[in-house]
């Protein structure tokens, strides 16, 4: 089955640039969306289709990709960052959604 | 502004059913799809399965996981979406999600398969 590739942790300092990458044969083909998940909350959208942000999400927040990898980029970390986040694409067949295995941002 | 709201959820025996609903809010229900995502504790998430609009015939799919067990329906009447569960495992036990193509989500409902 299709699968989506995250490194499992990140750590920065506050002020930092975090990069959260993710890899998957059909990203070249299907958008990646990226969901922001504190503990004991639902998963909140952060950015969609590679590369938008939907309203309300911070500008510090931002999408980018490149052949089979996609990466959310969260400029100037801020203590409220630290989170899970999971990237989402479709399998080749366009129907099924399809996750990262997450990866747990630590602001240090 | 865009609501979904699940409930249903509880404690279950192995080999038993549950059927989970998402009502809905704000949006056009009955043109859109609907989606249920899990998550184990502590693990990540997990795509369930979808059902689309009438104007797609109420297509279905579901991950390999749950066909055959798990059902997804719709009453565009009271703009909710359910997911009915058979056959319940332990490995089911998770937090159920329901979400909209434009990723918006619920807040989740938490179903327990445990003798």
């Known amino acids: 089955s299709y699968e989506l590739t995250q490194p499992p942790s990140v750590s920065v300092s506050p002020g930092q640039t975090a990069r959260i990458t993710c890899s998957g044969d059909?990203?070249?083909?299907?958008?990646a969306y990226w969901y922001q998940q504190k503990p004991g909350q639902a998963p909140v959208l952060v950015i969609y289709?590679?590369?938008e942000r939907p309203s309300g999400i911070p500008e510090r927040f931002s999408g980018s990709s490149s052949g089979t990898t996609v990466a959310l980029t969260i400029s100037g970390v801020q203590a409220e960052d630290e989170a899970d986040y999971y990237c989402q694409s479709l399998d080749s067949s366009g129907v099924c959604w399809v996750f990262g295995g997450g990866t747990k941002l630590t602001v240090l | 502004e865009v609501q979904l709201v699940e409930s249903g959820g509880g404690l279950v025996q192995p080999g038993g059913s549950l059927k989970l609903s998402c009502a809905a809010s704000g949006f056009t229900f009955s043109g859109s799809a609907i989606h249920w995502v899990r998550q184990c504790s502590g693990k990540g998430l997990e795509w369930v399965g979808r059902i689309r609009s009438k104007g797609n015939n109420y297509a279905t799919a579901y991950a390999a996981s749950v066909q055959g067990r798990f059902t997804i329906s719709r009453d565009d009447s009271d703009n909710t979406a359910y997911l009915q569960m058979n056959s319940l495992k332990t490995e089911d036990t998770a937090v159920y999600y329901c979400?909209?193509?434009?990723?918006?989500w619920g807040q989740g409902t938490l179903v327990t398969v445990s003798s």
């Open positions: 059909q990203l070249p083909r299907q958008y």
């Open positions: 289709k590679d590369t």
């Open positions: 979400a909209t193509p434009d990723r918006t």
